[in-house]
């Protein structure tokens, strides 16, 4: 039985687990070790959103959501995980209901990351055009002052 199909999964250091846009209908929580969580891993832009250790969740926006992963999930250390499969999620529910609240702190979490990302792409789209419109405005002045000489 390979990973995919079983309740208990296991990684090794430096594994993905999850790949930012993937497609995942499973959700984990972590039994033993540590993972850390990325956007735009391995780019330029790779900025690490944080690790969690044991008893956190990752994975609910597919599971809840049938959404692509936000981001990237690597394993930090040895790593245990139990993955919560849509046919197991009302069992987790009785069982971890603890780890809802945990949940939904960790979706509003990255929301709020996201939405903080989007603002400061937002204000760098911002300043760019500003820059943008003075160059054109002085290249226009220039032709202008050309176009009179001729």
Known sequence: MNNAEKSIVTFHPDEVILHEGDSSNDMFKILSGNVELYLAYGTENETLLGILGKGACFGEF???LHEKSPYTV????ELILY???ENKVAEF???NHVNILQMMKSMAGTMMLM???INQLSKELDEKNKVNKRIVGKNKEMLKR???HI
């Open 83 to 85: 993955r919560v499969t």
């Open 74 to 77: 690597i394993a930090y250390s």
């Open 115 to 117: 939405q903080s990302h």
């Open 62 to 64: 597919g599971l809840l």
């Open 146 to 148: 050309y176009i009179y």
């Open 93 to 95: 529910i009785r069982e």
